[in-house]
């Protein structure tokens, strides 16, 4: 597949499965989404 495929099939991947409420002990046991969000605040 194209570089384009698979960028749409794993963008496809996280927005449909991932889940972002599951706490993350590499994160210091917050959600993904808090740690993305206090990273693009900083």
Same mark, same amino acid.
């Given at each position: /597949? *194209? ?9 496809? #991947?996280?927005?449909? #499965? +991932? ?5 993350? *002990? *590499?994160?210091? +046991?917050?959600? /993904?989404?808090? +740690? ?7």
């Amino acid at each position: /597949p *194209s570089k384009a495929a698979a960028h749409a099939a794993i963008f496809e #991947w996280v927005e449909s #499965w +991932y889940n972002l409420k599951r706490l993350h *002990s *590499s994160l210091g +046991y917050r959600t /993904p989404a808090d +740690y993305e969000a206090a990273a693009t605040t900083a």
